[in-house]
T-cell receptor, first 114, second 114 residues
């Protein structure tokens, strides 16, 4: 599974967009980019995932570069409740003997400030 | 309704005891997982079952024995508990093992071994 690199911590002002970067330069063509977050020792919460195209849902947007070597998670209007550890994960497609494991790294601690 | 529920939420026990943690999901998924989060907050996969068959066993000590009586349940039994087993254990589920299928996590069981 490809490895990801994230900054250990970031700050964001409440109401502003939070842009969380992730590098995954060794990603393979069939590997997905996933984002999860963990708020204060609760269970990891699924945010969004994508393969090649940019994705958007009610929580966030995922921008994947054309070469797929990096991505950015965007929280459009951060609130204090978005303070959490954000994990960027590259996940294999699964099938054909591949278990499609979700392997967590250290993540980025996002602190949203008033 | 809680999609992935774990019981108990907290478990305090002494070294040498045997304990079980239960997990149930009502999402209709066919794949379930156990993750361990230690004191350094590092999330690590332990086991995965797909259609009641073990597909991932991440060199976990054989004191840990998962059991999946049906697709909706994955229990974790731990024999001869040690201090180092103290951690938060998270259950998760997904539909299949494919990379396009997000995992959904429970809120964890905090195990403290004294």
């Amino acid at each position: 599974d490809a490895k990801t690199t994230q900054p250990p911590s970031m700050d964001c002002a409440e109401g502003r967009a939070a842009n969380l970067p992730c590098n995954h330069s060794t990603i393979s063509g069939n590997e997905y980019v996933y984002w999860y977050r963990q708020i204060h020792s609760q269970g990891p919460q699924y945010i969004i995932h994508g393969l090649k195209n940019n994705e958007t849902n009610e929580m966030a947007s995922l921008i994947i570069t054309e070469d797929r070597k990096s991505s950015t998670l965007i929280l459009p209007h951060a609130t204090l409740r978005d303070t959490a550890v954000y994990y960027c994960i590259v996940r294999a497609a699964g099938g054909s003997g591949n278990t499609g494991k979700l392997i967590f790294g250290q993540g980025t601690t996002l602190q949203v400030k008033p | 309704d809680t999609a992935v529920s774990q019981t108990p939420k907290y478990l305090v026990t002494q070294m040498g005891n045997d304990k079980s943690i239960k997990c149930e999901q009502n999402l209709g998924h066919d794949t379930m997982y156990w993750y361990k989060q230690d004191s350094k907050k590092f999330l690590k996969i332990m086991f995965s079952y797909n259609n009641k068959e073990l597909i991932i066993n991440e060199t976990v000590p054989n004191r840990f024995s998962p059991k999946s009586p049906d697709k909706a349940h994955l229990n974790l039994h731990i024999n001869s508990l040690e201090l180092g087993d103290s951690a938060v254990y998270f259950c998760a589920s997904s539909q299949g093992t494919g990379g396009n299928s997000p995992l959904h996590f429970g809120n964890g069981t905090r195990l403290t071994v004294t």
